[in-house]
């Protein structure tokens, strides 16, 4: 069945740092995939999608490109601020999912001042 | 636009206690689900709502659980008898359809549910 792997946390690094949260996953068919992400206290919300091979999704300075040859999704940020501090989460969605959101175990991202 | 709605935000309950959460969904939104959140854990669907009707509730532990959306707009959640397992955040989302590029879910704030 279709899964989603995710980096484990938590990642810790320093303001300005660059970010990395690796994303892989195994899927039959050809899925959409998101990143959402999850501050303290709230909930989920969508930070990019791509919906097909090549495509990069981006949101307030965050990136991923849909690779379809390495199945990955990885998210990146150039410089991080400790508002970025959060759970974030991978998901695919597709037909073998009836359309439902397949989601990683989130990687909770630390950022120091 | 109003995002989804959801209430309580806490609830603390002793095991084999009775309990309920409500949702309000986006305004339009046919599709409505429902997620446990265990700590450290993605979200785990319980049931998936099209209308009034359920389209998938394969992951809801009939035996404790129920939810129900009569009208097609809102919907509860119930767990009766709550076990200690059951502690974790419920999460309802709702998407504008089920399919392809409508499907994209916005989420409440959740419920925090502690089970003593």
């Known amino acids: 069945g279709n899964s989603v792997t995710q980096m484990e946390g938590p990642v810790t690094l320093s303001e300005e740092a660059f970010l990395t949260i690796n994303c892989t996953y195994t899927?039959?068919?050809?899925?959409?995939l998101f990143w959402y992400v999850q501050y303290p206290g709230e909930g989920l919300q969508l930070l990019l999608k791509a919906t097909k091979a090549d495509d990069k999704g981006s949101n307030k300075g965050f990136e991923a490109t849909y690779r379809k040859e390495t199945t990955s999704f990885h998210l990146e940020k150039g410089s991080v601020q400790v508002s970025d501090s959060a759970v974030y989460f991978c998901a695919l969605s597709d037909l073998d999912s009836n359309y439902q959101l397949i989601w990683g175990a989130g990687t909770k991202l630390i950022i120091k001042p | 636009e109003a995002g989804v709605a959801q209430s309580p935000r806490y609830k603390i309950i002793e095991k084999r206690q009775s309990v309920a959460f409500w949702c309000n969904p986006i305004s339009g939104h046919a599709t409505l689900y429902w997620y446990q959140q265990i700590l450290g854990q993605g979200p785990k669907l319980l049931i998936q709502f099209q209308n009034n009707g359920v389209v998938d509730d394969s992951q809801l532990p009939k035996d404790r659980f129920s939810a129900e959306r009569l009208k097609g707009v809102d919907s509860t959640l119930k767990i009766q008898p709550a076990k200690l397992e059951d502690s974790a955040v419920y999460l309802c989302?709702?998407?504008?359809?089920?399919?392809?590029?409508?499907?994209?879910?916005?989420f409440g704030p959740g419920t925090r549910l502690t089970v003593l």
């Open positions: 899927a039959t068919g050809y899925p959409s």
């Open positions: 989302a709702s998407s504008l359809d089920r399919f392809g590029s409508y499907n994209e879910q916005f």
